[in-house]
């Protein structure tokens, strides 16, 4: 059975950085296209960035080039470099497995496997 497992969510000031991982076990990795959501409180879960099965990347539009999404195959590693952090980043990360690649990314109903998410607070 699938199992996704975030780290890397703290706490940091304006303008910092936070490098989030997510291992996935449990299923041939490598075959599957990746993602990180994110949800503020009363907000609903919304897409931060994809990546399909050779890396190529895909990104929210309020990221502005300021957050890089990566894998890595053999370690079965999905990874969320985040630099430049404001208090509007603040949500709890989650990433997830696409049940399939292609179509809208941002699509929650095409995501089969999540992680138990990890808090992410960037205080002004």
């Known amino acids: ?9 703290g706490s940091v000031q304006a303008g910092g950085s936070l490098r989030l991982s997510c291992t996935g076990t ?22 931060v960035a994809g990546i399909d099965t050779s890396g ?10 300021r957050f890089t999404i990566s894998r890595d195959n053999i370690k079965n590693k999905l990874y ?7 208090p509007e980043d603040t949500a709890v990360y989650y990433c997830a497995r696409r049940n399939y690649c292609g179509g ?9 496997a ?7 607070t960037v205080s002004s």
């Open 104 to 112: 809208p990314w941002q699509t929650l109903s095409t995501y089969g």
């Open 56 to 65: 190529g990347a895909t990104y929210a539009a309020f990221v502005e080039g």
């Open 26 to 47: 449990g299923y041939m990795y490598d075959h599957y296209c990746m993602a990180w959501f994110r949800q503020a409180p009363g907000k609903e879960r919304e897409g």
């Open 80 to 86: 969320l470099q985040m630099n430049s952090l404001r």
């Open 1 to 9: 059975q699938a199992q996704l497992v975030e780290s890397g969510g």
């Open 114 to 120: 999540w992680g138990q998410g990890t808090r992410v």
